[in-house]
């Protein structure tokens, strides 16, 4: 499964950018869909995803972090296999690198989880 991320790039504090991400390649199934960010010197955390009821992993979907709840807004294009991230608002302290993320049923190999590359998303102030 390969995961391939389009957007990204540099925006004024309070404005507005789309992140989108394309999962290809051999699944029969994707349960997850969504983003993690990792800024410099931080942790890898979770921003949003959202599933397609299959997945046990999360409870609740769309899922977002708390820093991002109210601005930031998930959606998939199951048909396209495509997730999209809207993200308003923003704050310096969006500033990371946006990895895309999926969990896939496949034949070979099961359910398991991949990253696309990740994407810059530098917000100024």
């Known amino acids: 499964v390969q995961l391939q991320a389009f957007g990204g790039g540099l925006v004024q504090a309070g404005g507005p950018l789309r992140v989108s991400c394309k999962a290809s390649?051999?699944?029969?199934?994707?349960?997850?869909m969504g983003w993690y960010r990792q800024a410099p010197g931080k942790q890898r955390e979770l921003v949003a995803v959202?599933?397609?009821?299959?997945?046990?992993?999360?409870?609740?979907?769309?899922n977002y972090a708390d820093s991002v709840k109210g601005r930031f807004a998930i959606s998939r294009d199951n048909a396209e296999n495509t997730v999209y991230l809207q993200m308003n608002s923003l704050k310096p302290e969006d500033t990371a690198v946006y990895y895309c993320?999926?969990?896939?049923?496949?034949?070979?190999?099961?359910?398991?989880?991949?990253w696309g590359k990740g994407t810059q998303v530098t917000v100024s102030s």
């Open positions: 993320y999926a969990e896939a049923d496949t034949v070979v190999v099961g359910t398991k989880g991949y």
């Open positions: 390649g051999s699944f029969y199934s994707i349960n997850i």
């Open positions: 959202i599933t397609n009821g299959r997945s046990t992993n999360y409870a609740d979907s769309p």
